[in-house]
């Protein structure tokens, strides 16, 4: 009987885990390897302290997209409950509670950031722009946690073409980023 009782213990808590890591989607992290790109371009492919600061914000950047990841699926747990396939997903399944979840986010985002500054005034700065929008999204329970890009024609208004994730009580900002439109939604 004990035995039991520790198996399964055991495998929820293996679930729990399982259920964190793929809500932390590392199928994603893929798009975080372009890091690497100022190695090979900058020619520093094969000094080690180069190499070493950017395996530390490869791994910055996967832990801050797995916070964003967190805190959206958890905004968004009631609509992805309605899809067929974002149903599926650990939070809105119920596999991973909200509470785990948003004790993970923090003390992954709290790592993340103290690595990243670690690394430099700079890169903490991006760091923690990265995280912004997710972060007063966050805080006030409501607003975007995203930043859209969108090609802009003379014909077309800034945001044609694009959906707002805004709630209703947000406001669109636009701003001009070279010849794309950069709609960000503010908390009034």
């Excluded at 948003?102 to 103290?114: D, E, F, K, P, Q």
Aim: charged share 15%; glycine share 6%.
């Amino acid at each position: 009987m004990a035995r039991s009782i520790s198996t399964s213990v055991a495998d929820s808590e293996r679930s729990v885990a399982l259920s964190l890591l793929f809500a932390l989607r590392p199928g994603q992290w893929t798009k975080n390897l372009l890091v690497f790109a100022g190695l090979l371009f900058g020619l520093r492919l094969f000094e080690p302290p180069a190499v070493a600061q950017a395996v530390a914000a490869f791994a910055v950047f996967c832990a801050l997209s797995g916070v964003v990841y967190l805190i959206n699926d958890i905004f968004d747990r009631e609509s992805d409950r309605l899809h067929p396939i974002k149903a599926l997903r650990p939070i809105a399944s119920g596999a991973l509670s909200v509470p785990t979840a948003t004790g993970a986010a923090v003390i992954l985002g709290a790592i993340a950031l103290t690595g990243a500054a670690a690394l430099g005034r700079p890169f903490f700065a991006v760091a923690a722009a990265y995280l912004a929008p997710s972060r007063s999204a966050w805080r006030s329970g409501t607003g975007c946690s995203s930043v859209r890009f969108s090609s802009r024609s003379s014909s077309r208004s800034p945001s044609a073409g694009t959906r707002s994730r805004c709630w209703p009580e947000a406001r669109p900002i636009t701003g001009r980023f070279s010849a794309n439109t950069v709609r960000i939604c503010s908390i009034r």
